[in-house]
């Protein structure tokens, strides 16, 4: 009895142990079947991801060749994109009578009406209102293995028109700049195109509300190749001619053979940057009864020296300019003075003239600012012996400007500004201009 007890329990554990491993083996079935099923759909997601990939893919070509098409420069070239939009008030008062209309636009100081030989001067006041100084500009820079190659054009619609005031106020875009610039070193370039001149120190213009500013200024762009080396440039630049004539008048040539030479250091000491530039030029004069027969001529060289610069005090700076030569002439106030003039041997005399300007410029705040610009220019013209109609010539000219800005958000600019000018001729006589000017102003 006792016998068989063992032998129905070992039994008894054996069977337990076979249940056990056919429901092991039953949970194995079940996971692999799982694993199976979970492998199969992964399988079938990696050829519908391959599927929308290569479609993706394809799409993606079809996009980038279309971009390639609409791009606006070659791939590698930055383009770039900008300038303002601004309007003007002007309402101005001249003392001796109706100037050009250019005047109603920009200060000319050569322009301010001067009291008539008679004495009899009516006063003129006018208001103008013209958005024509608002302007434009698209640029590119390209890197290569030789530097980066870069270009700028610039327009406005300053002194043109297609239409009139009375309907449709149209006028046509102009060029500003236009050039080409090669940076092939470390500060190492060249410069082809219109630009402005080497002999003007850009920086050193006050932030006046007028489109060009003080009297004695430096203001010329024309075209030009220009080279720079580090602080040093050396450029030569496009030649004219203007000179006063016996009796009246004036003759504006271009027969030089020699273009302007400019030389130019631009210095930093501190806050103060400031440039030192010198110009040699060839005077010309030239009559032509006809295309093919020459009359009177004469030739003669000139000079011009520019000293200029900005210092900045703290937020606010102060800048400056002054001027020296006996062939200033056009590079100054807008040609307020001419070249030189024809004496009675019919040969050129050039004028010894002067120029300059302080302008200071204060940061109320954030959002105010204020300039004060106070300038000055004179030549030594010559007498009546030698001159006929000496008299008539323009002596000096003053000019001062104060102005307040408010720019309530980046880039808008709201403006007043008051201006004086004077201009006085040789034999005494002068005339002034008060101005008020407002403008509104965008930068883009």
Request: glycine content about 10%; hydrophobic content about 35%; charged content about 20%.
């Amino acid at each position: 009895m006792f016998s068989r007890k063992p032998l129905g329990l070992a039994l008894a554990l054996v069977g337990c142990s076979a249940v056990d491993t056919q429901v092991q083996a039953a949970e194995v079935d079940e996971r692999i079947a799982e694993l199976e099923r979970q492998i199969a759909e992964l399988k079938a997601l990696v050829v519908s991801n391959k599927t929308n990939i290569a479609s993706n893919l394809q799409t993606l070509e079809v996009q980038a060749e279309d971009i390639e098409e609409a791009r606006p420069m070659k791939k590698g070239t930055k383009f770039t994109y900008g300038g303002y939009v601004q309007l003007d008030a002007i309402a101005s008062n001249y003392s001796e009578g109706k100037p050009a209309s250019v005047m109603d636009d920009l200060f000319v100081p050569s322009l301010i009406p001067v009291e008539p030989v008679s004495g009899d001067g009516d006063s003129y006041t006018n208001t103008n209102i013209h958005a024509k100084s608002s302007r434009f500009y698209f640029g590119t820079a390209t890197n290569t293995d030789v530097g980066k190659i870069s270009s700028f054009i610039e327009l406005d619609f300053i002194l043109s028109g297609q239409g009139d005031e009375r309907v449709s106020n149209s006028f046509s875009s102009r060029i500003r700049h236009a050039y080409l610039k090669w940076d092939y070193g470390d500060q190492k370039s060249l410069l082809a195109g219109q630009a402005w001149s080497t002999f003007f120190n850009v920086g050193a213009l006050p932030d006046l509300l007028d489109f060009v500013g003080p009297v004695g200024t430096v203001f010329e762009r024309q075209p030009m190749i220009r080279w720079t080396s580090g602080p040093v440039q050396l450029a030569i630049e496009n030649q004219t001619t203007r000179v006063n004539l016996q009796g009246g008048g004036s003759s504006l040539n271009d027969a030089q053979l020699m273009p302007d030479l400019v030389a130019r250091y631009n210095g930093k000491s501190g806050d103060l940057n400031w440039s030192l530039a010198a110009i040699g030029r060839q005077l010309s004069y030239e009559e032509r009864p006809n295309a093919s027969t020459e009359g009177a001529s004469d030739e003669e060289y000139g000079y011009g020296l520019s000293f200029a610069g900005k210092w900045n005090i703290g937020r606010n700076d102060l800048r400056f300019m002054a001027s020296y030569g006996d062939a200033l002439g056009r590079y100054m106030g807008l040609n307020s003075f001419n070249d030189g003039y024809i004496d009675r041997n019919g040969e050129i005399s050039t004028i010894d003239q002067w120029g300059g300007f302080v302008a200071y410029r204060h940061y109320w705040n954030d959002q105010w600012r204020s300039n004060i610009s106070i300038s000055a220019s004179e030549a030594s013209n010559p007498g009546g012996a030698e001159f006929d109609g000496a008299g008539n010539l323009a002596k000096s000219y003053r000019s001062m400007h104060l102005n307040l800005n408010y720019l309530p958000a980046p880039k808008l600019q709201l403006g007043g500004e008051l201006m004086y000018g004077v201009k006085e001729l040789e034999d005494g006589r002068d005339g002034d201009m008060y101005r008020l000017q407002f403008a509104a102003k965008y930068a883009f």
